[in-house]
């Protein structure tokens, strides 16, 4: 059985509300719509790399920016990076990425994690203090620019960067629409 878990008035969400696997950090329909992060970062110490490897770098074209672009650019990132060694990269932790919970004797599982475009990810700094955990180091964000590099937002200041793919300095936090 599917079971449908909502909250608020109306079925509406907030922002800050703990849903769906982790934190509400954009709502847009009146709050029936919108972005959920994951309550911690999916790298660890210092980070990832964007590309998949081994030394050489692949144009996935996964260009889409806007809410939900990551979801698309993700699956483009992780079917086009070409010949891999194995080691995780940015789009393959978030796609990965599962959460569950119980609700009513019910058990969720959270599977549909994505890398967010830069511009989610700019949705997200704005709303860091609220989702908590969130570093002032650069993210990844799944907004290719070339063969060589992506988009990351730094978040010290919000501000956007075009880093190397090999970059492994790139943190990760996963997102999901609801």
Not at 43 to 51: E, L
Not at 138 to 154: G, L, V
């Amino acid at each position: 059985t599917w079971t449908t878990v909502s909250s608020g008035a109306g079925g509406a969400h907030t922002i800050g509300e703990s849903y769906g696997g982790g934190i509400v950090f954009y709502v847009y329909d009146g709050g029936k719509h919108g972005l959920i992060a994951a309550t911690a970062d999916q790298t660890i110490a210092t980070g990832i790399r964007w590309y998949g490897g081994p030394a050489s770098y692949t144009n996935t074209r996964a260009r889409a920016n806007g809410v939900g672009a990551g979801l698309k650019n993700t699956t483009i990132i992780i079917a086009n990076q070409g010949s891999v060694d194995g080691n995780d990269f940015a789009a393959t932790l978030c796609n990965e990425y599962q959460v569950s919970e119980t609700v009513g004797g019910v058990t969720i599982i959270y599977g549909d994690w994505y890398l967010p475009s830069i511009y989610e990810l700019r949705l997200l700094y704005l709303q860091k203090s609220v989702v908590g955990g969130l570093l002032n180091e650069p993210y990844w964000s799944s907004t290719e620019i070339n063969n060589i590099r992506a988009w990351s937002c730094f978040f010290l200041d919000g501000s956007q960067n075009s880093d190397e793919k090999m970059f492994d300095a790139g943190r990760v936090r996963a997102i999901r629409a609801f």
